[in-house]
């Protein structure tokens, strides 16, 4: 277990990295994700096993969780669902060793943000995190809050209430969510909604948009009538 410079991971400057968990029982890689994440800015701590990495998440508080599903004790898919089923939505990204489908929609489906496929470039690992927080954080002016039929979306605390009271959704479902209903009545495609809220092109393969937008709903309950699928075409948000 290592720790690399780790800066606050709560601290209000948008400059900083703040700390990143991995949790990777394959030293050499751990060891890349490490010194790229820790060039690029970022706090980094390594967990070589799935329940070291539970305990530093929770003791912790990263700003971010890189988990490998295939891990020593505990996989990273398990730690995701603890961490979930504690009320913990700290962003989450799979590293897997196979490009198969059913294991990126179990991990999505847990509340995972995005997925790398190992081998994997340590640059794109880095962008895909760098992507995350930059819409964790928000735009540095204000926002106002978006409503659309019972659902109030605020930008800048980052929250979502319905007709229940406060929705939990993961970071890259509030993403999704907010770049629908900041269009009201605008028809995406899922390449457009893959480009603009996880920031890289359709080979990630648009189920991704699909298990998502699955998730968005069922989390919205009876106000999921809101976003409407458009057969053959992609997905509106329309009160």
Do not use: N
């Amino acid at each position: 277990m290592t720790t690399a410079r780790a800066p606050d991971p709560h601290s209000p400057g948008r400059e900083t990295g703040g700390l990143i968990l991995v949790v990777e029982d394959e030293r050499p890689i751990a060891d890349l994700i490490r010194l790229y994440l820790t060039r690029d800015g970022f706090g980094v701590h390594v967990c070589a096993d799935g329940p070291a990495g539970l305990a530093a998440a929770r003791r912790l508080r990263p700003v971010l969780c890189v988990l490998d599903i295939a891990l020593p004790g505990m996989s990273g898919t398990e730690i995701c669902r603890q961490l979930r089923a504690d009320g913990d939505w700290t962003p989450v990204i799979f590293l897997t060793a196979r490009d198969d489908e059913t294991d990126r929609i179990v991990g999505l489906e847990l509340g995972a943000d995005d997925y790398v496929t190992k081998p994997f470039s340590p640059r794109e690992l880095v962008a895909r995190v760098r992507a995350i927080r930059r819409r964790a954080l928000g735009p540095p002016d204000a926002e106002p809050v978006h409503t659309l039929g019972p659902i109030a979306l605020d930008p800048a605390r980052r929250t979502v209430t319905a007709a229940q009271g406060p929705v939990a959704l993961t970071s890259t479902e509030f993403d999704l969510l907010a770049h629908l209903i900041r269009r009201p009545g605008r028809v995406f495609t899922r390449d457009e909604l893959l480009a603009a809220v996880w920031g890289y092109a359709a080979h990630a393969g648009t189920r991704t948009v699909d298990v998502h937008i699955a998730q968005v709903r069922a989390k919205l309950g009876a106000a999921a009538a809101v976003i409407r699928t458009v057969r053959g075409v992609g997905y509106t948000a329309d009160g």
